[in-house]
């Protein structure tokens, strides 16, 4: 099921408008935070921004953690629901994709927490991510150079600890600095600093092409 804003809750107009300056605050501070002020406040086509905007990169987010496409499918639909329902409880404490990614991240905790539980095997059936800006890659005399450059990597970043592979994604698909990943996994700034370094620096090691995979911060 697609999900976007013309199926959530019903009756959004009816709600307060969110303050004039906090939505011009928010708009030169964070663009999708004043989006998430105003569909808050009952503008519907705003989540559909957030939507548009988000869904890429929280896809492969959650892919890359749990490996499988049907659960990360799941918890695709379930993050956003959360947004759903907690959206008249949300704040512009941080950036939009910070809240987004730290509701993502415990998602995928109470995953592995049920998958654990039911004893299931979290390495059975790796899910290949595609890439949704290649073209350059679908030259016939350079495909078969950019599956394997990509397995690679695929096989690189399963390879990582969990903490690690999780802190170079949120950093890579988000963009998101240090201290914002710290805030999402509950961790200090130095530890997801750290888990970040180890993680390139593995990918860097287990990777044939001598090109980085990102620079360190």
């Avoid at 998430?36 to 705003?46: C, F, P």
Wanted: with cysteine.
């Amino acid at each position: 099921m697609r999900l976007t804003a013309t199926l959530t809750f019903p009756a959004l107009g009816s709600y307060p408008e969110a303050p004039t300056r906090m939505l011009q605050t928010m708009e030169a501070l964070d663009e999708d935070a004043a989006l998430m002020l105003r569909y808050q406040a009952g503008d519907a086509a705003a989540f559909d921004a957030l939507y548009a905007h988000h869904r890429g990169p929280l896809y492969r987010y959650l892919l890359r953690l749990v490996r499988n496409a049907a659960n990360a499918n799941d918890l695709f639909q379930e993050v956003w629901m959360r947004v759903i329902a907690n959206r008249l409880r949300y704040t512009p404490r941080a950036k939009f994709a910070t809240f987004l990614f730290h509701i993502a991240h415990n998602c995928a905790v109470d995953h592995h927490r049920r998958v654990r539980a039911a004893a299931i095997d979290l390495q059975a059936g790796e899910e290949a991510v595609d890439s949704t800006q290649a073209p350059e890659y679908e030259r016939p005399d350079r495909r078969a150079e950019y599956d394997q450059r990509l397995a690679s990597f695929e096989r690189a970043l399963d390879s990582l600890p969990d903490e690690q592979r999780e802190a170079f994604l949120l950093h890579e698909e988000t963009g998101l600095d240090v201290a914002q990943i710290a805030q999402i996994t509950h961790v200090g700034v130095e530890t997801a600093k750290s888990r970040l370094r180890y993680a390139i620096g593995k990918l860097k090691k287990s990777l044939a092409a001598g090109e980085p995979v990102a620079k360190a911060v």
